[in-house]
């Protein structure tokens, strides 16, 4: 198949980045890994032109570039690294409409890349909902970029989208924003000069993550230390101030941009929903009933394929006792490849169901909501909220709990995890 642009989906978790990926891709993709790395990799095909046809890459979603999870650090990788098979040609940054602002800080961190860019707009109906309005064309403006209006949930938006996506090497990457240079000047123009590159921001992020990086030599690692070290780079305080930068430049961008109509309903239904789940007591009734259910579910529809799985094992053992000679060989083959794969095999469905369930609750945000519920107690144990799930998923499936543990940001919480 034909790729003539690769295209990356980035933006914060829970802006609706996968379901666009989804409509996107529709059934034309397939999930990997990422090389040297657990994270699943999902690569998708689109047309978004007459004669055009797009490679979508979903990356995993990310506050920030400044990784704090295994999973965030791939965004930044694919990004800077130009020889990486995943770096993209263009980008598609999802923002929710709800929360502009926060989602900005990431966009104008992916737009100093360099990479041309679309701006996709998600859940711009529910930030009407609420009382937000957004004037789309003066945003466009001030940003130099295209924005589109899209609700990945209603499938609305795609079309356009796809057209600004088969012009997107005609749109700026971004008005004159954060003047990133004068945080480090020294340091970063040292580090373009290392680098061999015109990137004031890519110099400087790979001043603050270089070490936690897998792009350069032992000899450019250690002249990127001895540029911090004569110049004072201090990276906590480099990384509050572009913080700060940014977040003023936003202020000026976002003025009179959004506004407040004063048609929020006082109390909407997610907020409703949040004041049960969250809840001291109901919150833990709740979930413990929905954990009982789940492996409840588990075990019972699992059992019926479990049962197909075994039966189709033995009959084949079976049949090859009797139509093969006997014999070493065949004692190999039928008792012990035959029967191996056979004991690996009856897992899948449960597993399968475990991770069904698993996919379900991250999406529909439940997955958050018990992690800020129970991170006080786990606290006590030295540990997070996001260790609740793995440990308790293991009770029924010890290896989606290990690959879902791998989104804890702390090394000593996943390792106790």
Same mark, same amino acid.
């Given at each position: ?8 989906? @980035?933006? %914060? ?20 890994n990422?090389?040297?790395?657990? /994270? ?10 007459? %004669? ?22 791939? @965004?930044?990788?694919?990004?800077a ?7 993209? +040609?263009?980008? /598609?940054?999802v923002? +929710? ?20 860019? @679309? ?9 009407? %909902?609420? =009382?937000?309005d ?10 130099? $970029?295209? $924005? ?10 795609i ?7 088969a ?12 003047d ?10 040292? #580090?373009?000069?290392?680098? =061999?590159?015109? %990137? ?13 990086l897998?792009l ?18 201090? !990276? ?7 913080? &700060?930068?940014?977040?003023?430049y ?5 003025? =009179? $941009?959004?506004? +407040? ?6 109390f ?31 075990? !019972? ?10 039966? !189709? ?31 690996i ?14 996919? /379900? ?15 006080? @107690? ?8 996001? !260790?609740?799930?793995?440990? &308790? ?23 106790? #995890?």
């Open positions: 198949m034909a790729k003539d642009i690769k295209i990356a989906l @980035v933006g %914060n978790p829970n802006t609706g980045k996968s379901t666009l990926f989804n409509l996107l891709t529709g059934l034309n993709q397939k999930i990997g990422f090389p040297g790395i657990t /994270v699943d990799k999902k690569v998708g095909y689109s047309k978004i032109g007459d %004669n055009i046809q797009a490679e979508i890459i979903d990356l995993p979603g990310t506050y920030s570039l400044y990784p704090k999870s295994k999973d965030e650090s791939i @965004v930044f990788q694919v990004l690294d130009t020889s990486n098979p995943s770096h993209p +040609d263009a980008i /598609v940054l923002v +929710d409409a709800t929360n502009l602002r926060r989602n900005l800080l990431l966009y104008t961190q992916v737009a100093d890349m360099g990479i041309p860019m @679309v701006l996709a707009m998600n859940m711009t109906d529910m930030a009407k %909902n609420e =009382g937000i957004i004037d789309i064309n003066k945003l466009a403006l001030r940003l130099g $970029v295209q $924005v589109v209006s899209i609700s990945a949930r209603k499938n609305q938006g079309k356009e989208l796809k057209q600004a996506l012009n997107v090497g005609t749109i700026a990457t971004q008005a004159e924003g954060a990133m240079h004068t945080l480090a000047s020294e340091a970063i123009d040292l #580090t373009k000069k290392a680098l =061999g590159t015109s %990137n004031n921001y890519l110099a400087l992020q790979v001043l603050h993550q270089h070490e936690h897998n350069y030599t032992e000899a450019q690692h250690q002249e990127f230390d001895k540029i911090k070290a004569d110049c004072n780079f201090e !990276s906590s305080k480099q990384q509050a101030a572009e913080t &700060i930068s940014r977040y003023r936003l202020s000026t961008v976002l003025t =009179g $941009v959004v506004t +407040d109509t004063g048609a929020k309903k006082k909407a239904f997610s907020d409703k929903l949040d004041s049960v789940l969250t809840n001291k007591f109901w919150g833990f009734i709740i979930f413990i009933a929905l954990l009982f259910f789940i492996f409840n579910s588990i075990f !019972s529809w699992s059992s019926y394929p479990m049962d197909m799985i075994e039966y !189709s094992f033995v009959w084949l053992a079976e049949t090859g006792h009797q139509h093969l000679p006997a014999g070493l060989l065949t004692d190999l083959l039928l008792d012990g490849i035959v029967a191996g794969l056979g004991g095999i009856i897992f899948i469905p449960q597993i399968a169901i475990l991770f069904a369930f698993i996919s /379900v609750l991250e999406d529909t945000g439940y997955m958050a909501r018990v992690t800020f519920m129970m991170d006080k @107690v786990m606290r006590k144990f030295g540990l997070s909220g996001k !260790s609740v799930v793995p440990m &308790i998923g293991s009770l029924a499936c010890a290896v989606p709990s290990i690959m879902s543990a791998r989104n804890i940001e702390s090394w000593k919480d996943r390792i106790i #995890t």
